[in-house]
């Protein structure tokens, strides 16, 4: 009889505690693809969001003749300020 030298291999499992790891593996994988699939969700729409706004602020700026740096600056400049204030 072979000698197990990998200690990863568990040879000894009853079948009850196999059905446990492959659940939790289970689980884990779940998880991970709600996880992704959330992150990609909210990146659509902050991609979506800021497209939608940088569009409306340049229509402002021209109806306005205020110029696209001044909208830019006070209606694009306190969302990524918020943004950035909420990580600290």
Do not use: W, Y
Request: hydrophobic share 45%.
């Amino acid at each position: 009889m072979a000698t197990n030298d990998n200690p990863n291999l568990h040879t000894d499992e009853t079948p009850a505690q196999a059905q446990s790891t492959l659940s939790l593996v289970r689980e884990a994988l779940t998880s991970t693809a709600l996880l992704l699939g959330a992150f990609f969700a909210a990146s659509a729409v902050i991609f979506f969001s800021g497209m939608k706004m940088t569009g409306l602020a340049d229509r402002l700026a021209d109806r306005t003749g205020l110029g696209e740096a001044i909208i830019g600056g006070v209606l694009l400049g306190p969302p990524l300020l918020l943004a950035e204030s909420s990580c600290r």
